[in-house]
């Protein structure tokens, strides 16, 4: 009956875990330990309570030179672990003298669920992460939803951000970005569809199966045609808070008006060269009329993951960005 599941749709794969096949599945459990770098030594953080996010650090133990430390903040359907490797490669290029923080944002890897998900909220769980850390001012590198709580972060708490790096994001709508947006909506929505009334425990007896994954990837594969885009998303499947996510309506496709507001901090947006997030120098003027004091690089050969598509060239210029005395 398993192997079957490799070449039935939606309709077919919903009947399977309807029948009871997911309860025979055998189930693995992971536990994750939070290790921070520079000593190499494990340091459990405290586990995530309803105003806390869960996060993993690499620390900067020294003193001399200290500069903030980099927040890096994944997006939509991601985790901390998708840049723990870009953490650690900056944090290894001692002459940045930065602690790099990887948060999970809510509702997604180890952070506490919740009902309600914005821009504004999960830049306040931000805020509370960098309160209970002692931090005083971040430097902030967020990846697509990740960089737009960073853009709403240092536009309405500029003393809190040193400076700004912007991932496959703009603060312009864009019809790329609203179509974006859509065909997520519509992948959760047949997840959704699939875990209706399934326990706890048997949705992750699933996600933790890989042909119920192979088979969830062909179901998905008309709505997110990008494959990585698709990988993504199967590999944090029950890591992420599906239902929560379908209640944000519209609340994180679009970029808010902020109200005149600026950042006046550098600030470097990141596009990939195939899937450019500004398109002329009307769009430039828009973006830095937010962020004046902004600078802009496509990747060649990137589109929505340059942090992965173009890996060196993004790291280069990231640590060209963090080091130059503006």
């Given amino acids: 009956m398993m192997t079957g599941w490799k070449h039935v749709g939606l309709a077919g794969l919903r009947a399977a875990v309807s029948q009871g096949v997911a309860s025979r599945l055998l189930h693995t459990s992971r536990i994750f330990l939070v290790a921070p770098a520079g000593q190499d030594t494990a340091r459990p953080k405290p586990p995530a309570t309803s105003s806390s996010l869960a996060y993993v650090s690499y620390e900067n133990t020294s003193q001399e030179q200290r500069q903030p430390p980099l927040v890096i903040q994944h997006g939509l359907f991601g985790r901390k672990e998708n840049f723990t490797s870009l953490g650690k490669q900056i944090h290894h290029l001692t002459d940045t003298k930065r602690s790099i923080i990887l948060p999970d944002l809510r509702n997604h890897g180890e952070s506490p669920p919740s009902n309600f998900m914005s821009l504004q909220q999960m830049s306040a769980d931000l805020q509370r992460l960098t309160s209970h850390l002692g931090v005083a001012k971040v430097a902030i590198l967020g990846h697509a939803t990740g960089g737009r709580v960073a853009m709403y972060t240092a536009l309405t708490r500029p003393e809190l951000v040193s400076r700004l790096i912007v991932s496959a994001a703009s603060p312009v709508d864009t019809e790329t970005s609203l179509l974006r947006w859509k065909r997520n909506k519509e992948a959760m929505k047949i997840m959704a569809e699939i875990y209706e009334g399934l326990s706890e425990e048997t949705m992750a007896r ?77 769009e430039v003027r828009r973006i830095r009329q937010l962020f004046p004091n902004s600078h802009f690089i496509k990747l060649a050969g990137a589109s929505y993951w340059p942090h992965t598509e173009a890996n060196k060239e993004f790291l280069m210029q990231t640590v060209a960005f963090l080091q130059t005395k503006f």
């Avoid at 119920?212 to 698709?230: G, H």
Wanted: proline content about 4%.
């Fill in 206 to 282: 699933l996600n933790s199966n890989s042909e119920f994954k192979l088979s969830a990837n062909t179901a998905l594969k008309e709505v997110l045609t990008d494959s990585s885009e698709r990988a993504l998303f199967l590999s944090n499947l029950g890591k992420v808070n599906v239902k929560a996510l379908l209640k944000t309506t519209m609340d994180l496709s679009t970029f808010p008006d902020m109200d005149g507001r600026t950042f006046e901090g550098p600030t470097l947006f990141i596009s990939g060269e195939k899937e450019p997030l500004w398109r002329d120098d009307t």
